[in-house]
């Protein structure tokens, strides 16, 4: 069970939500993203954060996505506190694809939401829009939550491209049906990833803006609610300027995440 919310204030992560019910946009969301960290030692973070937000109705929904090998133990340790979810996933539900994680395995393992199309997948591994797309797929297939990267470089954005790099993703990585009830879009400037180097309030409420126009564009009034998070360096000492601004839904964090003093206060942060 994840996000129970009815003792820790109302949360899109509930009990309807665990069973294969709908998400209910209510609040912004802060994501953190592991990535390819953490051993069981570092579980005593979540234990931790656990304990700095029981007990009080924080102020937005959270959600922590540890490596794979760490999400059954990670949901023990949350205890439906706050949410889990995995950092990517197999198209297919099963089958001969050795190493590979489905939507179904991170649903069974405590998860409720998958980070898909990140820029390390994009850039590392080759991930097209299409492959992207199958993923979202799999995931609403499997009853978890999709949150989908999109984002340009740093080459692109000098070269007056950000917005139709978005654009594009936008249009060939969210298949039909998408929702606020289904879906969450990230923000992630690539050229600000780990780099410390963050945009402009101006540069980042510009590129929320364009992602809605996109998002109504291709969706029509469910492209009004999905929730649009920023992910780029967001630490503690920038998440007060950020969080705030129009169109923020929320965060996706990286490094600031694993550690829970930090993640807390980027929580705290939130309208």
């Not at 953190?32 to 102020?59: T, V």
């Not at 760490?70 to 089958?95: I, N, S, T």
């Not at 393992?109 to 591994?125: D, K, T």
């Not at 492959?131 to 470089?153: F, P, Q, S, Y």
Request: net charge positive; with cysteine.
């Amino acid at each position: 069970m994840i996000g129970r919310g009815r003792k820790y204030g109302k949360s899109r992560f509930s009990k309807e939500m665990a069973a294969g019910g709908r998400w209910v946009p209510m609040r912004q969301l802060v994501a953190g993203n592991w990535k390819m960290n953490g051993l069981g030692a570092d579980l005593a973070e979540l234990a931790l954060l656990k304990a700095g937000i029981a007990g009080a109705a924080y102020p937005c929904d959270i959600l922590v996505c540890p490596p794979a090998t760490l999400l059954a133990r990670a949901a023990a340790v949350a205890g439906g506190v706050f949410a889990l979810g995995g950092q990517d996933c197999h198209a297919e539900p099963c089958g001969a694809f050795t190493g590979e994680v489905s939507a179904e395995m991170l649903k069974d393992a405590g998860g409720g939401a998958v980070i898909l199309g990140h820029s390390e997948r994009r850039q590392y591994f080759s991930e097209t829009n299409a492959i992207v797309a199958g993923k979202v797929r799999a995931a609403w297939r499997a009853g978890l939550m999709a949150i989908v990267c999109v984002g340009e470089t740093l080459a692109q954005r000098d070269a007056g491209e950000a917005r139709a790099i978005c654009h594009s993703q936008i249009e060939s990585s969210l298949p039909p049906g998408a929702n606020s009830a289904n879906t969450a879009m990230a923000y992630e400037p690539i050229w600000a990833i780990g780099t410390g180097v963050t945009p402009t309030a101006g540069d980042i409420v510009a590129m929320h803006l364009h992602i809605r126009r996109c998002l109504i564009d291709q969706l029509g009034a469910a492209g009004k609610d999905i929730l649009i998070l920023y992910g780029g360096s967001v630490k503690p000492g920038n998440a007060g300027e950020m969080l705030p601004l129009p169109e923020v839904g929320g965060a996706l964090v990286g490094g600031a995440s694993l550690k829970a003093k930090e993640f807390l206060a980027i929580i705290a942060a939130c309208r």
